[in-house]
């Protein structure tokens, strides 16, 4: 079985800073996929950005970037010029390739507050 | 990105009646899809995978008889919530597999919060 790890349970950062949300995850397998999603106040879930695990480089969607670390298992997001709008609940997610069926495993979620 | 679509948005009923909630694929065909329960400030709980054409399968601890779930097209879904009491208050959100070039993602609805009375 998989866990996902979110240490921060909340985070603040101002405005046009920079901020990185930390996560870690434990499984046995080699081929499998990392996600960051993000939940505003409005609640819906939005993909931020996807990693699969045989790639080496980090991913990156504007100022969106990953950390990834396999063999340390850690998937760390960094937001750069962070915005008001970035305020939201962040999730770390894990999907194991072949057999999960596609289930998503998450962590505990950090809240990220940007303040002006 | 693809989008899923769940209705409604919000309901409010009284306790011992049943709510119906469908989560629709909207520019895809979604041979899976998933049902999550979520608490203010927590993480989604996976309550059931539900496969088109197939039955549920639900995660342990979740009772079948109260969540129904169909999945009779290839893209819909639908949770029904039966007998509801105030503990099934609560946000429900669905998703849906894409599986494009190897390439797994999952899209998610923007939710239901369901209040029982």
């Known amino acids: 079985a998989q866990t996902v790890t979110q240490s921060q349970p909340e985070m603040s950062v101002q405005e046009a800073e920079t901020v990185t949300l930390s996560c870690t995850y434990d499984?046995?397998?080699?081929?499998?996929?990392l996600f960051w999603y993000k939940q505003p106040p409005s609640r819906q879930m939005i993909l931020v950005i996807r990693?699969?695990?045989?790639?080496?480089q980090n991913a990156t969607e504007n100022r969106f970037s990953v950390n990834f670390q396999k063999a340390a298992k850690s998937f760390s997001l960094k937001i750069s010029d962070s915005q008001l709008g970035d305020t939201a609940m962040y999730f770390c997610a894990f999907l194991a390739g072949g057999t999960s069926y596609g289930k998503l495993t998450f962590g505990q979620g950090t809240i990220l507050t940007v303040h002006p | 990105g693809a989008v899923v679509s769940q209705h409604p948005s919000w309901v409010i009923c009284k306790s011992g009646t049943s709510v119906k909630i469908e989560c629709r694929s909207l520019d895809f065909q979604a041979t899976t899809m998933f049902w999550y329960r979520q608490f203010p400030k927590q993480s989604l709980m996976l309550m059931a995978t539900s496969n088109e054409g197939s039955k549920a399968t639900y995660e342990q601890g979740v009772e079948k008889d109260k969540f129904l779930i169909n999945h009779a097209s290839l893209t819909l879904s639908t949770l029904t919530v039966t007998s509801a009491h105030p503990e099934d208050s609560s946000f429900y959100i669905c998703s849906a597999r894409v599986s494009l070039a190897g390439k797994e993602t999952q899209y998610f609805g923007p939710g239901t919060r369901l209040l029982v009375l």
């Open positions: 990693q699969e695990a045989y790639k080496q």
């Open positions: 499984t046995s397998e080699n081929n499998y996929y």
